[in-house]
């Protein structure tokens, strides 16, 4: 008898089931696809070449076909390029900064526009692109907790194995001295201004701008 | 690396800028990478038929052949196009992999062919997609099946080979495993099957009543009872082969923890214990009846035979593994029978004399009702009772008949599937282990491209050693953004030896000699002094030895101080562990420029500037073997220099 009952509900599920399978078998079918805008518009907005953005693009919509990448699947590529340790904080940061309008996807203008500034644009343009990523609420102020974050995601990327041995503190010790040099009147935030002098005051850092000059 | 990852190195190495005001070192330059001329199509000719696809694509893979330098060898300058003598049609399913990060398995190909094409381009079979992996594998273990049989055949013709020095006890073992091995192998197995089957009969006719011999009344006596000792010569006959064959087991087994507990050896076991049990227990009242219940072990005997029948050992598996239809079944019986039991214990309640004295009397009612058995040593007799009787008869037929097809048909499909599932649980294993050996390749490439001396600058080109020099764009770049990170947060990624060396290093605080791996601080330029890190590297070794202590601090103070004479901008000085001595010495500059000394101290290389040394007293003699100094400090210049310091 125990059988026969089983069956019996077996068979309502069964019969519950099809309509709303249906209904999120409909919406997976109009899946989004996003198509950016045109080649002369991006060509006009980015410091890009024609060609470069072919390449780009082709690159991109290889990887993305639906022409938007989500959170998931760009810390999942950015963490092939760590595999030592785990990279997905600070993919997530990244992500936050290259989602300018806080949509949760990432389209092929906005990762385009990002490069654009990282590659080719001015030392100003790239230190503000910089603060954003450090300012994760986005007030305009980087305050110390923000900045213990983004180090100590930076820090999680190096992994577990390192010479010499990480230490609890370590993380500490580099906001500490970070924000020693970029707090000019100490009063525990960073704001934009303070930040693009100190970084200009620099000679390493101005120096290392130029370090991904000839990526593409 | 997994699918594309190259299409977004740049947007990870742009992604680097962040970590710029971070970095407490400078960080290294980028690799000078040949002006490429953006996207090319490339044309490959695989025997006759052209394919035509991007650079780009072919290079989402660089560690395959089409992805890596390994085509250049295929390259045909005259017609401009790298060409293949290899299967056309093949080909298409390997190129789609570049182009869709998918490989497919073509379904009319012979798989075989189709595993060697891809051996050939360097591509590892677990890459198959999802789609057709089951294919793929089923269709793999099959050939393999059908080779492993005709080998097999092969073998039982030629007769069974053992390796020659094999021991007594491994010959034993194949022999206990494999009756039909040898002659004696399987004269054993006859004859304990015969002595189970003697074991198993005797106790059966143990129990039969023989009538003695013409005795007044003529008393029924099993003929356990009549004839003892001849039963017990013959139990004890049994017994000590069955102790006999244990103990050659357990002797044979090549692992006897496994063996002990196995399922066959236990049940070797409790047929034999009931007959010690009963030699050791004395003959009293007390105990006998006890005695009684052990013998009924020795059933178990029958268990046995399982060792010589396969079918018995197949159904013993396919009932474990349909333990939970089997359970569900029991469940529901249950359930059935104690509702029917309650209600006809209720509805039978009123009567005299009833046989439904309480629910659990009439549980058994119920069993015998439902499985259509009828013994008839119950009845109801109320009306109400008789019609919940007869409903219960009518469900009963129901409840027992539907599930019996479907646990048969479990069984086989159960059986089947749990076949292919362990298969493939196995195969599982294998296959993310090999995907992770691929990608602690990875992972590895860079120390092992740091070990190399790779993070030289390309500046003194002549310098480099081959192999760093034979690496793609794209892994230069990939180690570079690497190595930025390491200078952002003045680590260094180790591996797991080195780390659990240091580990212990700091614990224990002192350490004479380390051989690791650990290698290279490339210095950025003009800043020789960076900020965190000479500290480090004092308090490193300090940590690392102790007992060279003063020899390692005075040469790190030398360094520092020899740094602080030179302010050239020389880029890079490199230091790497493990550099082998000759290429030093194969260093062709001017020596006069040329500054090197190795110095074999047990301490870290300085991540200041590796400078020359002038003698420096205590570099040789601290407890390592080989000391090389190549020339001499020259008058600080302003021309390039390359200084190597290596620890043995």
């Known amino acids: 008898m125990g059988a026969v009952m089983g069956t019996f509900s077996s068979l309502q599920t069964k019969q519950r089931r099809p309509s709303k399978d249906k209904i999120e078998d409909e919406l997976e079918m109009t899946m989004v696809c996003h198509r950016p805008e045109g080649l002369e518009q991006l060509e006009a907005q980015t410091n890009f070449t024609k060609r470069e953005l072919q390449v780009l693009y082709r690159g991109f919509k290889n990887e993305c076909p639906s022409g938007v990448v989500n959170e998931e699947t760009f810390k999942q590529i950015y963490a092939q390029f760590f595999p030592h340790g785990d990279a997905s904080m600070y993919a997530h940061y990244l992500f936050h900064t290259f989602d300018t309008t806080q949509t949760g996807s990432v389209k092929f203008e906005d990762f385009v526009t990002a490069l654009s500034i990282l590659l080719r644009g001015t030392v100003h343009e790239k230190l503000r692109w910089t603060f954003n990523l450090y300012d994760i609420n986005k007030d305009g102020y980087i305050n110390k907790e923000e900045m213990m974050d983004i180090v100590k995601a930076i820090y999680d990327m190096m992994g577990k194995y390192t010479y010499p041995v990480l230490k609890e503190d370590t993380p500490r010790q580099h906001v500490d001295v970070f924000f020693q040099k970029m707090d000019k009147n100490k009063d525990g935030i960073v704001t934009l201004d303070e930040f693009l002098e100190s970084c200009q005051e620099d000679d390493n850092i101005m120096r290392s701008l130029q370090l991904f000059q000839n990526v593409m | 690396m997994a699918a594309g990852v190259a299409t977004w190195l740049p947007f990870a190495r742009a992604a680097a800028v962040g970590w710029l005001p971070l970095a407490q070192q400078p960080l290294p330059p980028a690799p000078g990478v040949k002006a490429s001329r953006g996207d090319e199509v490339l044309v490959v000719n695989v025997s006759g038929r052209r394919f035509e696809t991007w650079k780009n694509t072919l290079d989402r893979y660089p560690d395959t052949l089409l992805g890596s330098s390994e085509k250049e060898f295929f390259y045909d300058a005259d017609s401009g196009e790298y060409f293949f003598d290899r ?306 008869s009518l469900s009963g037929v129901l409840v027992i008949a539907l599930p019996v097809p479907v ?27 090999r995907i992770r050996l691929a990608k602690s390749g990875t992972t590895n490439a860079f120390l092992q491209y740091k070990q190399n001396g790779g993070l030289e600058d390309s500046s003194s080109g002549e310098e480099q050693v081959l192999c760093v020099r034979n690496r793609s764009a794209f892994e230069q770049q990939h180690h570079h953004l690497l190595h930025c990170l390491e200078k952002t947060t003045c680590h260094e990624f180790t591996d797991e030896l080195t780390f659990s060396e240091a580990l212990g290093a700091v614990s224990l605080g002192g350490r004479t000699s380390r051989s690791t791996s650990v290698s290279s601080q490339p210095v950025g330029p003009g800043s020789l002094l960076s900020s965190c890190c000479p500290r480090r590297a004092k308090r490193r070794a300090i940590r690392l030895a102790n007992s060279t202590a003063s020899v390692s601090r005075g040469s790190m103070q030398e360094l520092d101080t020899l740094a602080g004479l030179r302010r050239s901008p020389a880029p890079q000085s490199r230091s790497s562990l493990n550099a082998k001595p000759h290429d030093s010495l194969d260093l062709n500059c001017d020596s006069r420029d040329f500054v090197a000394a190795i110095i074999s101290i047990p301490t870290p290389p300085a991540n200041t500037p590796d400078e020359s040394q002038p003698s420096s007293p205590g570099g040789g003699g601290s407890g390592a073997s080989s000391t090389l100094r190549n020339s001499s400090l020259g008058t600080p210049c302003l021309l390039p220099e390359t200084v190597k310091i290596s620890s043995l």
């Open chain 2, 407 to 433: 646990i048969v048909s479990n069984f086989s499909r159960i059986y089947h599937q749990n076949q292919r599932a362990d298969k493939r649980r196995a195969q599982q294993k294998v296959r993310l282990a």
């Open chain 2, 87 to 392: 299967d056309p049609d093949m080909f298409r399913h390997v190129l789609n992999f570049y182009r869709t990060g998918r490989l497919h398995c073509p379904r009319q190909e012979c798989i075989q062919a189709f595993d060697e094409e891809l051996a050939f381009y360097g591509l590892v079979p677990e890459l198959v997609g999802d789609c057709c992996l089951e294919e793929y594998r089923d269709r793999k273990k099959e050939n393999a099946e059908r080779l492993a049989e005709d080998e097999e055949a092969e073998q039982a013709g030629d007769g069974p080979s053992l390796p020659a020095g094999s021991s007594l006890r491994q010959r034993l073992w194949r022999a206990f495993e494999n009756p039909h091995t040898s002659t004696a192998a399987l004269v054993f197995y006859y004859v304990t099957g015969f002595f189970i089957a003697v074991s198993v009969i005797a106790n059966v006719v143990e129990t039969i009543p023989c009538r003695g011999p013409a005795r007044r009344p003529p008393r029924e006596q099993p003929c356990g009872e009549r004839f003892p000792l001849a039963f017990f010569c013959m139990d004890t006959a049994c017994v000590l082969i069955f102790t006999g064959e244990y103990l050659l087991r357990l002797f044979a087994a090549p692992s006897r923890c496994r063996f002990l507990r196995s399922v066959m050896s236990l049940i070797d076991v409790v047929a034999i214990l009931p007959y010690y049990i009963g030699l050791l227990v004395p003959k009293n009242e007390d105990v006998s009846g006890a005695f009684v219940t052990l013998r009924v072990f020795r059933v178990f005997r029958i268990f046995k035979f399982s060792r010589h029948s396969q079918g018995l050992r197949i159904l013993g598996y396919t009932l474990k593994s349909c333990a939970s239809e089997l359970g569900f079944l029991l469940f529901s019986l249950t359930m059935a029978i104690i509702i029917f039991a309650t209600v006809m214990f209720y509805a039978e309640k009123g009567t005299n004399k009833t046989n439904f004295t309480s629910i659990p009397a009439a549980f058994w009612y119920t069993i015998v009702t439902m499985t259509t058995l009828g013994y008839g040593d119950m009845v109801p007799s109320t009306i109400a009772g008789k019609i919940f009787g007869s409903i219960c």
